[in-house]
């Protein structure tokens, strides 16, 4: 079974719906505009469009890994991929793609993650060893909008910027 193809995602230094050059330097996370917005980052920021560590991805779920998969999937039973046979690397495409039926249910199952485990993943996003390119982009969407609700605005540039930086789709 293919990943669906990698995406690329962008930001913008102008608040939605705001006239342009309002004098703001922030980045705002519009979400539903994911894949506009790496774009846009990608084209204008072309050093952090480079292929992901092969040291770090793909990894073997640690325990806390496969308590926060099972707990996002409780029907996962045996860790491997039923498509491609192989074990799975990561948390969240496992979850998106062969448990979630749809993007509203990826985002009530990611919805139980705490903070803590949350931020967890958010570190593993972070350096490169939990893996977001075969996220469909709505459930990418969501999960960005889960870090912008419960954590910060900022949590949420940080994957961005890592997204931009490991989009490629690694098997899950």
Do not use: W
């Amino acid at each position: 079974m293919q990943c669906p193809a990698a995406r690329t995602v962008s930001v913008s230094n102008q608040r939605p719906g705001s006239p342009a050059n309002a004098g703001s330097t922030g980045m705002y996370i519009q979400t539903g505009t994911v894949t506009a917005a790496l774009r846009g980052h990608l084209s204008q920021n072309p050093q952090n469009n480079h292929e992901p560590d092969t040291k770090t991805m793909p990894r073997e779920l640690s325990d806390r890994d496969i308590e926060i998969l099972k707990k996002l999937a409780p029907e996962c039973s045996d860790l491997m991929c039923s498509g491609s046979g192989h074990r799975f690397h990561s948390i969240l495409p496992p979850v998106s793609n062969h448990f979630s039926a749809d993007e509203r249910d990826f985002a009530e199952r990611i919805g139980k993650l705490t903070d803590d485990e949350l931020r967890y993943v958010i570190s593993l996003i972070l350096n490169g060893e939990e893996s977001l390119g075969c996220l469909p982009e709505e459930d990418l969407d969501s999960l960005l909008s889960l870090i912008t609700d419960r954590l910060s605005n900022d949590e949420t540039k940080k994957v961005i910027e890592a997204f931009a930086s490991f989009s490629v789709c690694e098997r899950s």
